[in-house]
């Protein structure tokens, strides 16, 4: 037969709310120790630290920040180019008539 181990029996409010509370701070703490962790890491690395106050952070430039750059300055252009196009269109239609 099981073993019973008081798995099975309904859970109180009060016990519900401490083993959440338990989980909690035990989710705290580990991040505290990731967190800790990863700022020694970058030190001894030479990495800048992971929330970003390293002082060259503006030097830096974001390879997605200048692709999007890159596409925005496409996508004006193809707008430039497709009203200059539909203004010819129109301009033809209207002396042809």
Same mark, same amino acid.
């Given at each position: ?15 519900? =709310? ?11 703490? =580990?991040? =505290? ?9 970058? =030190? %001894? ?26 596409? %925005? ?25």
């Amino acid at each position: 037969m099981h073993a019973n181990d008081g798995q099975d029996d309904p859970k109180t409010r009060a016990d519900y =709310r401490r083993e959440q509370e338990r989980a909690e701070k035990d989710f705290q703490e =580990r991040d =505290r120790k990731r967190v800790q962790v990863e700022k020694e890491y970058a =030190r %001894s690395h030479g990495g800048e630290a992971p929330n970003g106050d390293a002082p060259n952070n503006e030097q830096r430039v974001n390879p997605v920040d200048s692709k999007q750059q890159r596409l %925005s300055h496409r996508l004006n252009w193809v707008i430039v180019w497709l009203v200059l196009l539909i203004i010819a269109v129109y301009l033809i239609l209207f002396f042809l008539d």
